[in-house]
């Protein structure tokens, strides 16, 4: 059973603080992924991965830095937090192959006030 | 880029009625599609996928259609329960590993 866990569930955070969420994944998928979801915009991707050491940015990429030294580990990091990144951020992992569903951790709802 | 538009966002019906979900995709390279469902306070999970080399998948009451001329696909569930009731993102995938998402449906199923 696949399991991509996020280190937690509820988060509150000050405007300007450095904020880490971090993502394990226990399948030795290649590929891991950040979202971001909000009413209404779906699911839009902030950065991913494909190996150690490797990222590409998404399509919100601003505000947002990313950090994986472990194959299973995908940390995503908010240099300087902003009440407009108040959400909720989902991590997902997939195998290499592109033709496989995604599976995503249990999100993690910020807020920052 | 891919891009993925998801009609309509929000959907009611009768228990018992059936629900259409239609997605258009952009990039004619994009050759899996899978769909999600997420219950509320819950994490998406995939319910059904369809690859470009297949018209039409069926699984129990789910089925999704796979137009490629056209760019779209569509996801079908007959007999609709209160169980059903969540929100349903398609995607899809034009590049190794990574997918572009919908803006979600959210379905509402009336007992």
């Known amino acids: 059973d696949v399991k991509v866990t996020q280190s937690s569930r509820y988060l509150v955070k000050r405007t300007g603080e450095k904020v880490f969420l971090e993502c394990v994944q226990d399948?030795?998928?290649?590929?891991m992924f950040w979202y971001r979801q909000d009413p209404g915009l779906g699911l839009r991707l902030i950065y991913f991965?494909?190996?150690?050491?490797?990222?590409e940015k998404g399509d919100i990429p601003e505000g947002y830095s990313v950090s994986r030294e472990k194959k299973e580990r995908f940390s995503l990091i908010l240099e300087s937090a902003s009440t407009n990144q108040t959400s909720m951020y989902l991590c997902?992992?997939?195998?290499?192959?592109?033709?496989?569903?995604?599976?995503f951790g249990q999100g993690t709802r910020l807020t920052v006030v | 880029g891919e891009n993925v538009e998801q009609h309509p966002s929000t959907l009611s019906v009768q228990e018992g009625d059936s629900a259409v979900i239609k997605c258009t995709y952009s990039?004619?390279?994009?050759?899996?599609f899978p769909w999600y469902k997420q219950e509320l306070g819950k994490r998406p999970q995939l319910i059904i996928d369809?690859?470009?080399?297949?018209g039409e998948k069926k699984d129990q009451r789910i089925a999704v259609t796979l137009n490629k001329t056209a760019k779209h696909f569509s996801l079908h569930i007959t007999e609709t329960q209160p169980e059903d009731s969540a929100v349903y993102f398609c995607?899809?995938?034009?590049?190794?590993?990574?997918?572009?998402f919908g803006d979600g449906t959210t379905l509402t199923v009336k007992p």
């Open positions: 997902a992992s997939r195998p290499q192959t592109m033709n496989t569903e995604a599976f």
């Open positions: 399948m030795d998928h290649e590929n």
């Open positions: 991965s494909y190996d150690v050491k490797m990222k």
């Open positions: 990039d004619s390279a994009s050759n899996y």
């Open positions: 369809i690859r470009s080399n297949v």
């Open positions: 995607a899809a995938s034009s590049q190794a590993g990574k997918s572009t």
